[in-house]
């Protein structure tokens, strides 16, 4: 940690603040240029609206670039711990949604052109910077952070039996029915335990069929496991960022950490 002066200060209120007026009217301000920049990238994506606006796109892009480039050095030089910031989670997507317009320059005129389409394409993680302003947002990855050990769990568990049901098609089905391959075949056990079903390959026999009737019941059997595990973490979660504060007058806690008032009886809470 590094002491700030008073403007540094009064710019770190502002901009990683949302206490004050100013504070909040920047993350209104950053909430509308991100969804603006990001709506700039998705039109550029359509053929005809590229074609005849394309130029436009560009220039706008570049005042996006240049906006968000100037309030990412701000957020460094006023950061009582810049590494820490610069680092985090929200710091590297502040540094990704910015870096593809400058690498589009520095890229050879001769690279394919599916290289500067992936950079522009990358331009569209601004928008997961609108999660640094949802509080809900902070709760959610809180609760997939606790769960992370049991949702690996789950993951690991549906690899092994999406593995074993396309080995097994493999073995009946074989090429002559489009199970050409073992990964071929894990991918319509994939498709067909997760029941999106997209029946670009369907097994013909009897026999793979009674399998992959197995498959959607098993699929249906476990969806529910992951949700279960995040409801449950969700739950926790939210009980223990309760306010615990006893009301006075009925003697009942669980309120919201924010709250004023009992939310039972309308009395007003202590202050501690």
Known sequence: M?????????????????????????DLLLISLIS????????????????????????????????FSIEYLLRIWCSPNRKAYVISGYGLIDLLSIIPTYLAIIVPEAAPLLILRLFRILRVF???????YVKEATLLAIVLKRARRKIFVFLMLMMVITTAFGSLLYVIEGPENGFTTIPTSIYWAIVTVTTVG??????????????????????????????????AELAYEIQRQRDFRA??????????ADAQFCKYCGSELPNT
């Open 2 to 26: 590094r002491d700030l002066s008073p403007l540094q200060q009064q710019f770190y209120e502002t901009i990683f603040g949302t206490e004050t007026r100013a504070g909040k009217l920047f």
């Open 126 to 132: 601004r928008v997961l910077r609108l999660l640094a």
């Open 247 to 256: 009301c006075n007058q009925c003697n009942r806690t669980g309120h919201e």
């Open 198 to 231: 997209y029946g670009d390959i369907i097994p013909l026999t009897a026999l793979g069929r009674a399998i992959a009737a197995l498959g959607m019941l098993t699929g249906y059997a476990i969806i529910a496991i992951p949700t279960g595990i995040i409801t």
């Open 36 to 67: 603006l920049s990001v709506a700039v990238v998705l039109a550029d994506s359509i053929p005809s609206l590229h074609e005849q606006y394309g130029r436009l796109y560009w220039q706008i892009e570049w005042l996006f670039t240049l906006l």
